[in-house]
Nanobody, 121 residues
Framework: QVQLVESGGGLVQPGGSLRLSCAAS????????MAWYRQAPGKQRELIAV???????DYADSVKGRFTISSDNAKNTVYLQMNSLKPEDSAVYYC???????????????WGQGTQVTVSS
């Protein structure tokens, strides 16, 4: 019954900012990593940021210095702060997490439903 739900997407002008959230719910034993992906029409799904339960982070070169991933482990929530947004950042953004439920101690990956981000004047 583990679910990931994203929120915070919308329309923003170039140079603007958005903050995305992804909350994991259910009977969760543990989470190893949480990550953000994005997919634009006609493009491959792209990994843009990842964070471990210990707080280590990594970013795609295309967003490094502009986006920041963070997490609240007590709330099983990951955030993506997006600054200096460009039109090429427009995509559906997906949350992904490596989660073990109480009913099954084995970790596996779960996906959220996605949230649309559009950067346009």
């Amino acid at each position: 019954q583990v679910q990931l739900v994203e929120s915070g997407g919308g329309l923003v002008q170039p140079g603007g900012s958005l903050r995305l959230s992804c909350a994991a719910s259910g009977s969760i034993f543990g989470i190893n990593t949480m990550a953000w992906y994005r997919q634009a029409p006609g493009k491959q799904r792209e990994l843009i940021a990842v964070i471990t339960s210990g707080g280590s982070t990594d970013y795609a070169d295309s967003v490094k210095g502009r986006f920041t991933i963070s997490s609240d482990n007590a709330k099983n929530t990951v955030y993506l702060q997006m600054n200096s947004l460009k039109p090429e950042d427009s995509a559906v953004y997906y949350c992904n997490a490596d989660v073990a439920p109480y009913s099954d101690y084995r970790y596996k990956f779960y996906w959220g439903q996605g949230t649309q981000v559009t950067v346009s004047s």
